[in-house]
């Protein structure tokens, strides 16, 4: 599976960006999908989940409320709408499969997409 993320850019303090993740791969069928994201100096962090099945999600606490992700089964299988962008928000924002049964585990990432939010 591999994984493309795009929408990534420069942005200013409350506004809003669109990540799209596209993937191929045969047999695409995973348990689940995930936004995480690496700010510098800092270890990677977990973002987003949604459930590829029933399409359940799941937020970090610092997203929830200006977050949303979603799935599309038939185009870019997930997306993460980021509204009222923040300065902390800036990092590098990875698109992940995730590992059956997890919401934490992944089993493959993309090479990610800056996004960058100024003051």
């Known amino acids: 599976v591999q994984l493309v993320e795009s929408g990534g850019g420069l942005v200013q303090t409350g506004g809003s960006l669109r990540l799209s993740c596209a993937a191929s791969g045969r047999s695409f069928n995973p348990y689940g999908l995930g936004w995480f994201r690496q700010a510098p100096g800092k270890e990677r962090e977990f973002v987003a989940s949604i459930s590829w099945n029933d399409a359940s999600t799941g937020y970090s606490d610092s997203v929830k409320g200006r977050f949303t992700i979603s799935r599309d089964k038939a185009k870019n299988p997930v997306y993460l709408q980021m509204n009222s962008l923040k300065a902390e928000d800036t990092a590098v924002y990875y698109c992940?499969?995730?590992?059956?049964?997890?919401?934490?585990?992944?089993?493959?990432w993309g090479k990610g997409t800056l996004v960058t939010v100024s003051s």
């Open positions: 992940a499969v995730l590992r059956s049964g997890s919401d934490r585990q992944v089993d493959y």
